[in-house]
Nanobody
Framework: QVQLVESGGRLVQAGGSLRLSCATS????????MGWFRQAPGKEREFVAA????????FYADSVKGRFTISRDNAKKTLYLQMNSLKPEDTAVYYC???????????????????WGQGTQVTVSS
């Protein structure tokens, strides 16, 4: 059974930093691209960042480019999202997800992912 468990979300002031983690089990983590998405109250889930199966390819939503960094540790089967210079508009529930096909390079489309975590709340105060 594949499980993805996010952690690290909390209340932080604008301008601050957080690192989210996504611990995985039950699948060959190192073979799959991974992504981070987020959903703010009253809004649709949106793409944040993705990393290819071997960590060599990363891409970001324009809204977080230059502030967020996605990374992975295949030995620990864990995905990370380092978030710097946080803004109130970054407030959302953050989800990690595993891409459906093996050896992919990641995608900004949520339909490309078939396993999701339960989410972790990030709240940025102004």
């Amino acid at each position: 059974q594949v499980q993805l468990v996010e952690s690290g979300g909390r209340l932080v002031q604008a301008g601050g930093s957080l690192r989210l983690s996504c611990a995985t089990s039950g699948h060959t983590f190192s073979s799959y691209a991974m992504g981070w998405f987020r959903q703010a109250p009253g809004k649709e889930r949106e793409f944040v960042a993705a990393v290819g199966w071997n960590g060599g390819n990363t891409f970001y939503a324009d809204s977080v480019k230059g502030r967020f960094t996605i990374s992975r540790d295949n030995a620990k089967k864990t995905l990370y999202l380092q978030m710097n210079s946080l803004k109130p508009e970054d407030t959302a529930v953050y989800y990690c997800a595993s891409q459906r096909v093996a050896y992919g390079f990641g995608s900004s489309l949520s339909s490309e992912y078939n396993y999701w975590g339960q989410g972790t709340q990030v709240t940025v105060s102004s």
